[in-house]
């Protein structure tokens, strides 16, 4: 199960940030695919993405003059939801592979949670409303509606956009700023965590792993847990990267659905 998660979100980062023109010339794709999203965290300005990011669409949508309620994007979250959960996190989110990768890499001791988890974890809904929300409309642009989330947060917007263009666009350098060092900071930060810490953004910080939650406990895509079979042992629960019990797995807003717990369960009392 490991390995073939491992590779989906491998493919499936290829495949939605594959124009690899954008890279070479430093430019943004701007064709008519980018009107569309992918379920994950995937930056629009990252120079090889073919799609846009439904947390930076919705923003988009919130910065229009005057207001209206964003149908298509909750529409879209609505769709991939009810589906897929946060099994989208789990599996086709490319910041998610990244810290993934962070996590395996073996230096210091590994832990599941940060100190404070039970308070810490509402920093996503934070992210979703005071940044993506309010922060977006009125909070930190006064009467210019602003992105804010992507402005001053989303460290995928820095590695995946930022980096990458400023490492191909002479003229970008020349107009790094204070705000890029901000958020340079914050992605340094997030990396530093992320080899100690499982997923330390999606625990604490994503605000699409926010919404995608709300929807675990009846999307279509489900760990199953039989639970007249199982004796209780604990293999499922250890294994489980965010420190989930049995009884918690699938329904708690925090599983992610990347499997760990159906490999360890020796009864096989878990599928999906």
């Given at each position: 199960?490991?390995?073939?998660?491992?590779?989906v979100?491998?493919?499936?980062?290829?495949?939605?940030?594959?124009?690899?023109?954008?890279?070479?010339?430093?430019?943004?794709?701007?064709?008519?695919?980018?009107?569309?999203?992918?379920?994950?965290?995937?930056?629009?300005?990252?120079?090889?993405?073919?799609?846009?990011?439904?947390?930076?669409?919705?923003?988009?949508l919130?910065?229009?003059?005057?207001?209206?309620?964003?149908?298509?994007?909750?529409?879209?979250?609505?769709?991939?939801?009810?589906?897929?959960?946060?099994?989208?996190?789990?599996?086709?989110?490319?910041?998610?592979?990244?810290?993934?990768?962070?996590?395996?890499?073996p230096?210091?001791?590994?832990?599941?949670?940060?100190?404070?988890?039970?308070?810490?974890?509402?920093?996503?809904?934070?992210?979703?409303?005071?940044?993506?929300?309010?922060?977006?409309?009125?909070?930190f642009?006064?009467?210019?509606?602003?992105?804010?989330?992507?402005?001053?947060?989303c460290?995928?917007?820095?590695?995946?956009g930022?980096?990458?263009?400023?490492?191909?666009?002479?003229?970008?350098?020349?107009?790094?700023?204070g705000?890029?060092?901000?958020?340079?900071?914050?992605l340094?930060?997030?990396?530093?965590?992320?080899?100690?810490?499982?997923?330390?953004?999606?625990?604490?910080?994503?605000?699409?792993?926010?919404?995608?939650?709300?929807?675990?406990?009846?999307?279509?895509v489900?760990?199953?847990?039989?639970?007249?079979?199982?004796?209780?042992?604990?293999?499922?629960?250890?294994?489980?990267?965010?420190?989930?019990?049995?009884?918690?797995?699938?329904?708690?807003?925090?599983?992610?659905?990347?499997?760990?717990?159906?490999?360890?369960?020796?009864?096989?009392?878990?599928?999906?």
């Amino acid at each position: 199960m490991k390995k073939l998660r491992t590779i989906v979100q491998i493919v499936f980062t290829i495949i939605t940030n594959g124009y690899l023109y954008g890279f070479l010339q430093g430019k943004i794709y701007r064709g008519g695919l980018k009107y569309a999203c992918v379920p994950g965290l995937n930056c629009y300005s990252c120079p090889g993405a073919i799609a846009s990011c439904p947390v930076g669409a919705l923003q988009a949508l919130l910065n229009q003059q005057g207001f209206s309620v964003p149908f298509s994007a909750l529409g879209f979250f609505f769709l991939f939801g009810s589906l897929l959960g946060r099994f989208v996190c789990g599996w086709l989110c490319p910041f998610g592979l990244v810290q993934d990768l962070l996590h395996r890499i073996p230096i210091f001791s590994k832990q599941k949670r940060l100190p404070f988890h039970h308070w810490l974890v509402y920093g996503k809904y934070i992210s979703l409303f005071g940044f993506v929300g309010l922060g977006s409309m009125v909070l930190f642009g006064g009467f210019a509606k602003i992105p804010a989330f992507c402005k001053y947060i989303c460290p995928s917007g820095t590695l995946l956009g930022a980096l990458p263009l400023l490492t191909a666009n002479e003229m970008l350098r020349s107009q790094v700023g204070g705000l890029f060092f901000w958020k340079f900071g914050l992605l340094l930060l997030i990396i530093v965590l992320s080899l100690k810490v499982y997923r330390p953004f999606c625990q604490y910080l994503c605000p699409l792993g926010a919404i995608y939650g709300w929807f675990n406990r009846f999307s279509l895509v489900q760990v199953h847990w039989e639970n007249d079979r199982c004796t209780f042992c604990g293999a499922c629960e250890k294994a489980c990267p965010v420190a989930l019990s049995v009884r918690e797995i699938s329904h708690s807003p925090e599983c992610i659905r990347c499997g760990k717990c159906i490999g360890a369960c020796p009864r096989k009392c878990l599928y999906f």
